[in-house]
């Protein structure tokens, strides 16, 4: 966990890769594509508050060793530092499995601006490291997924909107999105399937015989 004290009033800078990109629930004064290096973005962590319960897991991201990761850089003005890092802490700690960490960040704007931002790596330590799972595995866990944040699958979709936004796109993350999308179309037909009837005519005019469709 980084150090900080209530007197502290530097900007902070924030790294998000994952919800934070599309639901910060803070204020900020800058909000900036930037990419971090050394890291990548993973499906790698099983959760058991926010998208799924103990018996249940969900799948959230992660920051994992190597590669590169892409996403947003907040600046936070340094009156609201400590308050900020107070709700990272609530809303990123809830099990501990993230470690706080400072890292620099490259800014995709003109200036190629260099920071110092705070980031959540997954400790790989933890019970709820996932590690590298397969797709019909990462598919189980997030279509049974369900937790205080609501539905993973809904997780996993608006991750990949706010990717698609920035212009990135993440090949493994993306056929997942596809996965869970063509689930959902396939869903919704099968409901509309049992709903529906077909209507023939019977032998008195305005009578029919209703036989439902498979």
């Known amino acids: 966990m980084i150090k900080t004290a209530t007197h502290d009033n530097e900007d902070l800078w924030v790294f998000a890769y994952g919800s934070l990109m599309w639901r910060p629930g803070f204020s900020y004064l800058e909000r900036v594509p930037a990419r971090l290096v050394g890291l990548h973005r993973a499906l790698c962590v099983f959760s058991f508050f926010h998208r799924g319960t103990p018996e249940r ?8 060793r ?7 850089v907040y600046r936070v003005g340094g009156a609201a530092r400590a308050q900020t890092l107070r709700y990272l802490r609530e809303r990123e700690q809830v099990t501990t499995v993230y470690l706080e960490t400072m890292r620099q ?3 995709e704007d003109q200036a190629r601006r260099r920071v110092r931002a705070v980031c959540y790596l997954v400790d790989r330590s933890h019970v709820q490291y996932a590690g590298r799972l397969t797709l019909a595995e990462s ?8 937790g205080h944040s609501g539905a993973n699958r809904d997780y996993v979709l608006e ?3 706010a ?6 796109r993440e090949s493994d993350l993306h056929l997942l999105a596809q996965q869970l999308a063509g689930s959902e179309v396939r869903s919704e037909k099968s409901a509309i399937g049992k709903k529906s009837e077909i209507r023939k005519p019977g032998t008195e005019t305005g009578s029919v015989s209703v036989v439902p469709e498979h």
């Open 139 to 146: 598919l189980h866990h997030i279509r049974q997924g369900h």
């Open 163 to 168: 990717l698609e936004a920035l212009g990135y």
């Open 66 to 72: 190597g590669g590169m990761c892409r996403g947003i």
């Open 159 to 161: 991750t990949v909107r």
């Open 105 to 107: 960040i490259e800014l």
């Open 57 to 64: 897991p969900g799948l959230v991201l992660g920051l994992d």
